[in-house]
């Protein structure tokens, strides 16, 4: 629950609440209030929790899973607007104050039809010419941030092309890598009630505007030991800032040594992320459907993924799920699920 209104009304309906609220019921303002003022100290207060855990032995950090979640925002994904549709607006609307003021401009000479007040109006299109300027300003500084990601992405490729071409003497294959485009696209959206939040794909199909929640939890306890909320639509990219959190967590709370995840985080730099901070990736590869099973992660690097994984699992179990040291099955990817649609959800 994280409405300030909710937890007021809470007060007065929940016994819980009423309980931590000491029988008292504080008006949603004061609540708002109170978060802002001292969101810093309440944030050190989950920390303590965790302290707290660990000292009476129900927080283990050794294996953490990450997850994701759409959590909606307080506004409709029909209020977003875009790039395009504001630039055609702005049109019309400029239009519209130009016959308003040669309305204005004659209204000494001609008769002025009943029930058009002309400087209501006026001002009404200004104001709102205002705020699409700004609307589309917004637009365009996200754009000039995408065209400086999406330029650095685009310079390391073509250095790793040509740092492949020195090396083989070989020009690689495929096309160059196209560059980015530069400018807003006529797509490109802005929510006018919450500008913050992004349309995004949810649960069950369809697309509603959302913030991205994820959070690291203690697999033992299911304790929260990160959490973030993002604007970016999948999580793939929201690994490595999860580990720089979990860093920062005390010394007394332990280690983290295997991040468990699912396929939308799988990628060879995450892989590369989790290693270098010491931690053993879980994270299941994509499956691709073929002639020999259900499923085959056929890339070098998930064959490689693979095989770290094993071996992570069991420097941690101290085995392979019981197996013997000869056994070949060891050289299995034990931690990876696969799905069969003809016999539902089955393990290595």
């Excluded at 990736?281 to 994509?286: D, K, M, T, Y």
């Excluded at 699920?337 to 959800?345: H, K, L, M």
């Amino acid at each position: 629950m994280f409405s300030s209104r909710k937890l007021e009304r809470a007060t007065h309906d929940s016994v819980a609440f009423r309980f931590i609220a000491a029988n008292d019921h504080p008006d949603h303002d004061t609540i708002a209030t109170f978060r802002r003022r001292f969101l810093p100290g309440i944030e050190a207060l989950f920390v303590k929790v965790l302290l707290l855990a660990r000292e009476m032995g129900v927080l283990s950090l050794g294996t953490a899973v990450l997850d994701g979640t759409k959590i909606h925002a307080n506004a409709s994904r029909h209020s977003a607007l875009s790039y395009e549709h504001a630039g055609k607006i702005e049109a019309l609307l400029k239009a519209d104050v130009a016959d308003l003021l040669a309305r204005a401009e004659a209204a000494d000479q001609t008769a002025v039809p009943d029930g058009m007040p002309i400087p209501a109006e006026l001002a009404r299109g200004e104001g709102r010419l205002e705020k699409l300027a700004a609307a589309r300003a917004k637009i365009e500084a996200r754009a000039r941030e995408r065209f400086a990601r999406d330029l650095a992405g685009h310079e390391a490729k073509r250095a790793a092309r040509a740092a492949k071409t020195a090396v083989t003497s070989k020009k690689p294959g495929g096309k160059p890598p196209p560059p980015p485009a530069e400018g807003p696209l006529p797509a490109d959206q802005i929510n006018l009630t919450d500008e913050e939040s992004r349309i995004m794909p949810v649960a069950g199909g369809g697309f509603e505007q959302c913030y991205n929640a994820q959070a690291a939890v203690a697999a033992d306890s299911l304790l929260v030991i990160a959490a973030n909320v993002v604007q970016a639509p999948n999580g793939k990219q929201q690994i490595e800032p999860m580990l720089n959190d979990i860093d920062t967590l005390p010394d007394e709370l332990g280690k983290v040594n295997t991040l468990l995840a699912d396929t939308g985080y799988f990628s060879a730099a995450n892989v590369a992320a989790c290693e270098a901070a010491g931690i053993g990736p879980l994270i299941a590869p994509r499956l691709r459907k073929g002639k020999d099973g259900p499923a085959a992660a056929s890339s070098a690097v998930e064959r490689a993924f693979r095989s770290r994984s094993v071996a992570a699992g069991e420097a941690n179990t101290g085995g392979s799920h019981g197996a013997p040291a000869e056994d070949p099955r060891r050289q299995e990817p034990l931690c990876v699920t696969q799905t069969d649609s003809r016999a539902g959800v089955w393990h290595h």
